[in-house]
């Protein structure tokens, strides 16, 4: 973007480039679901087809748009322009503040013994890969900004490409999905924990590097980070239902949704001040008022903002990509080999923690291929080493360049590819994952018919407070292929919603719970409707 132009013009320029982004973000989204991979695949393909490196720096002849729609910025260690990137990255923070909203915090503070030691020991295997791949790849020490966040990228498991392969394959409730999606949501969390560290480290370094004699200082700014984070997120969790009350008063409850979201900037904003990233600050404003009776609400009245800037976000980080790297064999085969050890470190260190505790081999093997998957947090840890710039030997230079980006670009997608392959055939295997108990995954389908839209999504809404109520959360993100998953952190079951019906699948313990709940909900809409009467 010509910074030369009215600021007038500027602004008319990027209401353009999003208004091209968000349709190609639905088109390329909507193919990628056809075809059975993850709509952020396709998001991501958008940003690299649409971006500066391909069409969108092709010219418009007798247009303002002279050198391409998305024209290459010179000068700048962006391929896009400021003002556009700066849009995206609220697209993180909207994600990283939905995830902390979905995160069960009853479940989060007593996670089972093997769902920790799963997500710990995959995390610590994973960013000894990653961080290994970086100390080989540029033959430096692992104190180089590279390599950590290279380990760190590493570490993230995407819950919501986890949880579709386990729903797709109606297995979210057995013990291995539930151990998964535990580990997983840890595994973001470390993640998250790691970054802060990371990124306060980088702040201290001298020429890219740290010297050893800074080890001291450097511990130090870890447990600073660290007491940041988890001294914000226990005044979070403890004032939550003070939170929610002040927020609460200001009705309707779109209105105190948008002030949550508010919330949720300016702690990203006081994070950022402080050294740390943006998205631990939204991360724990969600996390906070995940506990709260408001949570529900909250989560349903910002869809919109998920659908409208999360796609936006992926779609400009598909623009960091060159697509000259992708005949680079170079960046090919560090992509292949970054891919490999990832799947290797995931599949190992996760398994291995498993095997050790309750499960068999089959059990510990799908717990392993569930955790390989990296996807959105992946891609944000990322673009903030895009935007992370350090001094190495002597210049200054961002920590992801577009061809170390587009390494991680690969190995995400190679992950989101292979880990459905390889847990649809460990679940094809008709053997129970525990060592000690008989096999009981069957299922039973619940239905019930909806004779019109509008009150289909009226008893949706009551059904989604009841739940909430009951102490279950539930996956918004789930919610684009007409599945929700929910759990309280003991029970879990799966929830399909189509034009006339919704359809519950659960086990028989699980589905008499449903069944109660349902039936209270129908016995609220009886009374609702015969106080309408007498009005």
Not at 127 to 152: N, Q, T, W
Not at 234 to 255: H, M, R, Y
Not at 269 to 296: C, D, P, R
Request: net charge neutral.
């Amino acid at each position: 973007m010509d910074n030369s132009l009215p600021l007038s013009s500027q602004i008319a320029t990027l209401a353009i480039q999003i208004a091209v982004i968000i349709f190609a973000a639905k088109i390329f989204g909507r193919l990628a679901e056809k075809v059975k991979i993850q709509s952020v695949l396709g998001e991501l393909s958008a940003g690299i087809i649409i971006g500066p490196y391909l069409l969108g720096g092709i010219a418009i002849p007798l247009t303002v748009f002279e050198h391409g729609l998305f024209p290459t910025v010179g000068n700048s260690n962006l391929p896009v322009s400021e003002m556009l990137y700066a849009f995206s990255v609220f697209g993180s923070i909207v994600l990283l503040f939905i995830s902390g909203l979905e995160t069960d915090i009853k479940q989060f503070l007593r996670y089972s013994t093997v769902g920790s030691m799963v997500g710990i020991t995959g995390a610590l295997f994973s960013f000894a890969s990653g961080a290994f791949f970086g100390m080989k790849m540029f033959e430096v020490p692992l104190s180089d900004p590279r390599c950590l966040f290279l380990g760190i990228l590493c570490t993230a498991t995407s819950v919501g490409i986890t949880a579709r392969i386990l729903t797709e394959k109606k297995r979210i409730d057995s013990p291995e999905g539930t151990t998964i999606l535990a580990a997983a949501v840890l595994d973001d969390v470390l993640g998250i924990i790691g970054l802060a560290v990371v990124v306060g480290v980088i702040g201290m370094e001298s020429d890219g590097l740290v010297k050893s004699s800074a080890w001291g200082p450097i511990g130090k700014i870890a447990l600073k980070s660290i007491a940041i984070w988890l001294g914000f997120t226990a005044v979070g969790i403890i004032f939550s239902e003070k939170i929610a009350d002040f927020l609460k008063k200001f009705q309707p409850a779109n209105t105190f949704s948008v002030l949550a979201f508010g919330m949720a900037l300016l702690l990203a904003g006081i994070f950022e001040h402080a050294g740390l990233a943006m998205i631990v600050g939204a991360y724990v404003m969600g996390l906070s008022l995940s506990k709260s009776g408001i949570s529900n609400a909250i989560l349903r009245n910002t869809a919109p903002l998920y659908n409208f800037f999360v796609p936006v976000f992926f779609v400009v980080m598909g623009m960091m990509t060159d697509i000259k790297i992708f005949v680079d064999m170079q960046v090919i085969l560090y992509g292949i080999v970054y891919s490999v050890l990832a799947v290797i470190a995931k599949l190992a260190g996760c398994a291995l923690a498993a095997y050790f505790m309750e499960f068999n081999l089959i059990g510990s093997l799908r717990i392993g291929a569930g955790m390989i998957p990296r996807g959105e947090v992946a891609l944000i840890i990322a673009s903030i080493g895009t935007g992370t710039i350090v001094t190495l030997n002597g210049v200054k230079t961002p920590v992801f360049t577009p061809e170390l980006f587009g390494i991680a670009v690969i190995m995400t997608v190679l992950t989101t590819i292979l880990s459905p392959l390889l847990l649809n055939l460990l679940l094809e295997v008709k053997k129970s994952g525990l060592r000690n108990e008989k096999s009981n995954d069957e299922k039973i389908c619940t239905s019930y018919s909806m004779p019109s839209d509008n009150l289909r999504e009226i008893i949706f809404q009551m059904m989604l407070d009841k739940f909430h109520k009951a102490g279950f959360k539930h996956s918004l993100q789930l919610q684009n292929g007409g599945t929700t998953f929910f759990s309280n952190g003991q029970i879990a079951f799966i929830l399909e919603k189509s034009d006339d019906k919704l359809v519950f699948k659960a086990n028989s313990f699980n589905t008499e719970i449903i069944r109660c709940i349902m039936t209270q909900v129908f016995k609220d809409l009886r009374s609702n409707i015969h106080y309408l009467k007498i009005l």
